[in-house]
């Protein structure tokens, strides 16, 4: 994908070329996750931009940030119903419904700041 080599560029690094398991984790997760996100992930894995923003990824193999954080998200959900309430109106995704919020990431302090420049990738783990 284009993005992706755009974003490579960006951040000055080469691809990770991670070999994952995506029939795995598309199968905890209930369906086919966008070949952009898959391709985001083969070629970053885990780690932040700027200290600031993670897109749940993988390490490669069955790992997902993604599928653990959904499955937490449920967890927490029926534990505290009134948590339900974050996701209205389209509720939670859960596997085999065709709608419902999916938590892609997180930032370090939410919506309020932009990142400042992108030369600034770091990838956990390494």
């Known amino acids: 994908m284009i993005w992706v080599d755009r974003l490579m560029t960006a951040v000055d690094e080469r691809p990770l ?3 994952v398991d995506w029939p795995e984790i598309e199968s905890r997760m209930g369906g086919a996750l966008p070949a952009d996100y898959r391709e985001f992930c083969e070629c970053f894995g885990m780690g932040e931009f700027c200290d600031y923003l993670t897109v749940y990824a993988t390490r490669g193999g069955a790992d997902s940030e ?3 954080s959904q ?3 449920r967890r927490l959900v029926e534990r505290h119903p009134v948590v ?3 996701y209205r109106p ?7 419904r065709s709608a419902g ?3 892609w990431g997180a930032s370090s302090q939410g919506a309020r700041r932009r990142i400042e420049g992108a030369r600034c990738m770091a ?4």
Do not use: C, K, V
């Open 17 to 19: 070329g991670l070999a």
């Open 66 to 68: 993604l599928a653990d």
């Open 71 to 73: 499955e937490a998200n």
């Open 84 to 86: 339900m309430n974050g």
């Open 90 to 96: 389209y509720g939670l995704h859960r596997p085999g």
């Open 101 to 103: 919020i999916l938590q």
């Open 123 to 126: 990838s956990a783990g390494s």
